[in-house]
């Protein structure tokens, strides 16, 4: 399954962080770092396994950790229309 960032989004960086607003919905979204390189990741490598596999090699975290991590973030992305599942 393959990710792109919805293109309705207005993204705004803040310090080390990164906030995502949906004019659309009137919803925003804050991310820290390590949730802005799983975003970066996910739309890049298209998996979640990808990214998984990939973050151990960033951050200090297990692959076992980095799936759970990776999918729990996905799925918040995916609820919040930051991400849009491409067929």
Do not use: W
Not at 7 to 25: A, F, G, N, S, T
Not at 44 to 63: N, T
């Amino acid at each position: 399954m393959a990710y792109t960032l919805n293109p309705e989004l207005i993204r705004q960086p803040v310090q080390d962080q990164l906030i995502l607003m949906d004019p659309v919905r009137e919803k925003y979204l804050q991310l820290n770092l390590s949730g802005m390189r799983i975003l970066e990741l996910l739309c890049e490598l298209g998996s979640i396994e990808a990214v998984a596999a990939r973050l151990p090699q960033i951050f200090e975290v297990s692959h076992a950790q980095a799936a759970i991590d990776v999918e729990k973030i996905a799925n918040q992305l995916i609820t919040h229309h930051i991400l849009v599942q491409n067929a």
